[in-house]
């Protein structure tokens, strides 16, 4: 697929016809996906929840639409600030990342922490993987600006060595074991993957904030996976599978996909046969082939579109004189 048709595709239709169809984009909900059979020993894979990393909801929604999980389970929460990914922005209502530890009640951003936090602190959820992209490459040591101790990108994130659980405490020795699956895979020796330990509980404030920490709090073993944003979305998609296919190892989780690990496997998975259907399938638009915008587009009486996207990051929304096609924050 040409990737700069992968834009904002608009479908317009009769200014008389458009009727205030859909809910407050505002109120968008995030997915919940249950993959596998449901068992205490699952896995979830938390995606988007600040909207301009893409590489890392674009590698949990691969999770949702290309894998079968064939022993163990994994829940997958692809476009956790959905409104934000639409909107291209860190956070539309300030960064949704550093609310776990105290939220209002009058946050925009308020229901979706709340709903969020009730999935990790789940009896049956053992392990939390936040897939982030950061900038540069995380190294141990200065190098240069783009690579420092000072920067994110290409990093396995723990909030403290050790974690006193039944299962999984053993943090910074998983976070290495992922990291040397990574790095056994790299495109080039320069994008290695180094542990970060953010020893959040010794006075990291803004740490203490995350979605992460919250988890640790709540006797869960949780990771964060950076990619770096220096790459292409799906170079980053590639390295945050990578990753996630190496925690399920850990856990015993066993799975098929039903694409090639590699950058053009990836690319492919990401941008071939997106699609959107209408009226219980009676109209399906291929985002690949469609033209950028339509003219006419049948609307029925009440002004309402049923629509089924082949891909959680896909919505429609209504402006004032027109319906468009969103696919994550890709235009």
Not at 35 to 42: A, L
Not at 106 to 111: G, L
Not at 112 to 118: F, H, I, L, T
Not at 150 to 163: A, E, P
């Amino acid at each position: 697929m040409n990737l700069g048709m992968l834009r904002l595709f608009k479908v317009l239709v009769f200014l008389l016809l458009i009727q205030s169809a859909f809910a407050n984009v505002k109120n968008i909900e995030f997915d919940l996906i249950k993959k596998g059979k449901e068992d205490n020993n699952t896995l979830l894979v938390v995606g988007g929840i600040q909207g301009d990393e893409p590489g890392g909801f674009m590698a949990a929604s691969l999770i949702s639409t290309h894998y079968k999980i064939t022993k163990g389970s994994v829940w997958v929460v692809p476009n956790l600030n959905f409104y934000s990914i639409i909107k291209r922005g860190r956070g539309h209502f300030g960064d949704m990342n550093r609310k776990f530890a105290a939220i209002l009640n009058s946050d925009p951003d308020f229901e979706d922490v709340q709903r969020v936090k009730k999935y990790i602190a789940h009896d049956n959820v053992k392990v939390v993987l936040n897939l982030h992209d950061g900038s540069g490459f995380y190294r141990k040591t200065y190098i240069d600006n783009m690579r420092s101790p000072y920067r994110w990108g290409q990093s396995s994130i723990i909030d403290q060595s050790k974690l006193d659980i039944p299962m999984y405490g053993n943090l910074e020795e998983i976070a290495n074991r992922v990291c040397k699956h990574v790095n056994a895979h790299l495109i080039d020796k320069e994008h290695v993957y180094n542990v970060r330990n953010t020893n959040t509980k010794a006075g990291d404030k803004e740490m203490e904030k995350t979605l992460t920490y919250f988890a640790i709090n709540q006797g869960k073993a949780a990771f964060g996976n950076e990619a770096s944003k220096q790459f292409p979305v799906y170079k980053r998609a590639y390295y945050h599978i990578l990753a996630l296919e190496e925690y399920m190892r850990v856990m015993g989780i066993e799975f098929e996909r039903d694409f090639e690990l590699s950058l053009n496997g990836i690319k492919q998975a990401l941008y071939d046969d997106i699609y959107i259907s209408f009226y219980d399938d009676k109209i399906k638009l291929p985002l690949s082939t469609i033209r950028p915008e339509l003219n006419y587009f049948p609307v029925s009486k009440d002004g309402k579109i049923n629509f089924t996207p082949s891909n959680p990051l896909m919505t429609v929304l209504k402006t004032d004189k027109e319906y468009a096609i969103h696919y994550g924050n890709v235009r």
